[in-house]
């Protein structure tokens, strides 16, 4: 048994799985979550079978204030939960902390630079085929849709899951993709090629789901990259919004302008969520009110309005404000701030163009996540946490890849 779990076909077989975990959510939550239980099972049985913890190999020193920042806020939400409003199931909920094991599986499992490359290769190829099919799904309507009279702004792609989760899930694999297609190297023309025809339909179809905070959150993390890792791309991205300003329809153009006005519907709905839950947490404010019931508990303050209202707060910040109370906050967000940094420091140390480039992505695709998480509740979508946690470790994975290289290159 042993020999087995150790062998390259048990082993691939994890890699096959995980790759789908990471893929299926934008199709089907019921697939991605069979393959999570297939590969994490695998996962954790060759682990008791060897005896042995996650392998981290040389990220593992990197971890320790990362480690203590969850572990607090993880506390935070075992508290908040015990003690909610309404405390029945309310610790069931936290299963979603298992997504943990994407990131700590991804690290322990990926050990070679080929393995890296199948990974990102397959991620790539499945997302933008589900993309191109939803553009041609969404051409083929389209026509019908206007001789009916339609408004444009509301035809969004919506295929297999909610615009919002599709949009946010694709911008975080886009942004993380993207700096790979300025790499200059002779030996990487193919490989650019590759990833830019790739790229086009993620990035047509996110655009497609009309999601107004991807759309904030893409254009901030692109300006950053331009700022502080491409200079030269700012000299490509105001042109190239010019462009496609110009050649949108109205009602698009009017529908992203409304990112601004607060008296439109939506934006209108946020801003009395928003309200409504300062005042709860100024009522909960060491442990919050536990993540549960919270329609419930919304309804003790306010009765519902809006569309959706009630249902979260669309707000990481505020979301967890109410929930956790201001312990669990600090501790989210420091933990949080806590992995950034080590992304920044692992770009820094990084010497291979490629692998620079990949991880300066991962640290836009983390901006994007928190940015587009100010104005939804993202960190409670299971599907974009998925993606989200991949993604963050691929940084961890680099280092260790780079500093095997370097060590066998000096014995």
Known sequence: MVKFVKSNIYSTVILIFLIFHI?????????????????????????????????????????????????????????????????????????????????????????????????????????????????????????????????????????????????????????????????????????????????????????????????VAISVSLLIYGIFFNKKFLLYLIPSIVVIWLLLPSPIKTRILSISDTQFGSNQGRIVMWETGWKIFLDHPLIGTGDNEITEVYKLYKKPEFHGEGSHFHSNPVQLLVTCGIFGFIFFYAFMLALFLKQISIYRKLKDLRYKQLVSGTVMAFIAYHIAGLFEWVFGDWEVLTVFAFISSISFIILNLENKINNNQNG
């Open 23 to 215: 893929t299926l959510p934008g199709i089907s939550i019921a697939l991605a979550s069979i393959s999570f239980g297939i590969w994490g099972g695998m996962w954790l049985i060759r682990l008791i079978i060897l005896k042995s913890l996650p392998d981290l190999g040389y990220s593992k020193n990197e971890f320790k204030l990362i480690s203590i920042f969850f572990a607090g806020f993880l506390l935070m939400e075992v508290i908040s939960r015990i003690f909610a409003i309404f405390p029945d199931e309310a610790l069931v909920s936290l299963k979603r902390y298992f997504l943990v094991l994407v990131f700590i599986g991804a690290i322990d499992t990926i050990k070679t630079e080929e393995k890296l490359k199948i990974i990102l290769a397959s991620v790539l190829i499945i997302t933008s085929g589900i993309s191109l099919f939803e553009i041609s799904m969404y051409l083929i309507k389209l026509p019908g849709l206007i001789s009916e009279g339609m408004n444009l702004s509301l035809n969004r792609i919506d295929y297999f899951i909610h615009p919002l989760t599709n949009a946010e899930i694709k911008s975080l694999l886009f942004l993380s993709f993207f700096p790979l297609i300025f790499n200059r190297e002779k030996t990487f023309k193919k490989e650019k090629l590759f990833i830019t025809l790739l790229l086009i339909p993620i990035f047509i179809s996110l655009f497609l789901t009309l999601s107004r905070n991807v759309y």
